[in-house]
């Protein structure tokens, strides 16, 4: 089946400094890819979505600036979290729909847990 | 705007206790439903889907029907086990026009399930 992987799965940073975390999709190419924030209460917040060749789009209230975001390839997006503060500290997940018959199906990276001291 | 509502949990049971998550949805045309399930430690993972009305998606022993009368997808399964302890997700995805692929998200069930 169709894999998404994350790196890294877990990481802590000092306040003030940027955390990349990458997206890829294994076994098969993504146009599109989806960043989530998933919190303590386990609701999860779709961020934006990634766009292979094109600009990521945001959903409203997050800020663009803050949360950067590269769809370099087909099989690679990328989160950055630019001057990293506490309050940032959270579980990522990125997603992808699946190719051919399986669009209306996504599929998940097993996260990234990001602590900012 | 899309939206799915799930009963909030934690949801506790004894093994081999029928199981039911209740999940409605609102959304515009006609969408397709999902639940997810999320182990410890682990990410999400597909459990069942249904794309269109009266459609029921089933897997490991998990049921939910896809109900337009009552804009419902209710989880089901006759008999739980400890392997079955997990947090589950409904969600859907809008199949009209503008926003596809694009999953909205219930807040999640935290499942126990007690030996």
């Known amino acids: 089946g169709a894999v998404v992987s994350q790196h890294p799965s877990w990481v802590i940073c000092k306040s003030g400094t940027s955390v990349k975390i990458e997206c890829r999709s294994l076994?098969?190419?993504?146009?599109?890819m989806f960043w989530y924030r998933q919190f303590p209460k386990q609701s999860l917040m779709l961020m934006a979505t990634s766009n292979e060749g094109s600009k990521a789009t945001y959903e409203q209230g997050v800020e663009k600036d803050k949360f950067l975001i590269n769809h370099a390839s087909l099989t690679l997006s990328t989160l950055t979290v630019t001057s990293a503060h506490p309050e940032d500290s959270s579980f990522y997940i990125c997603?992808?729909?699946?190719?051919?018959?399986?669009?209306?199906?996504?599929?998940f990276g097993p996260g990234t847990r990001l602590t900012v001291l | 705007g899309n939206s799915v509502t799930q009963m909030e949990g934690p949801v506790t049971l004894s093994e081999e206790a029928f199981l039911t998550i209740n999940c409605t949805y609102t959304a515009t045309g006609y969408p397709s439903l999902f639940w997810y399930v999320q182990y410890p430690g682990e990410g999400l993972q597909l459990l069942l889907k249904a794309t269109k009305a009266d459609d029921k998606g089933s897997n490991k022993g998990f049921e939910a029907t896809y109900r337009k009368e009552t804009t419902s997808f209710h989880l089901e399964k006759g008999s739980v086990q400890v392997s079955d302890s997990a947090v589950y997700f409904c969600?859907?995805?809008?199949?009209?026009?503008?926003?596809?692929?694009?999953?909205?998200f219930g807040t999640g069930t935290l499942l126990a399930v007690q030996p």
């Open positions: 076994d098969f190419q993504a146009t599109t």
């Open positions: 969600a859907l995805i809008g199949n009209y026009g503008g926003a596809t692929n694009k999953l909205i």
């Open positions: 997603s992808a729909p699946g190719g051919g018959s399986r669009t209306d199906t996504q599929y």
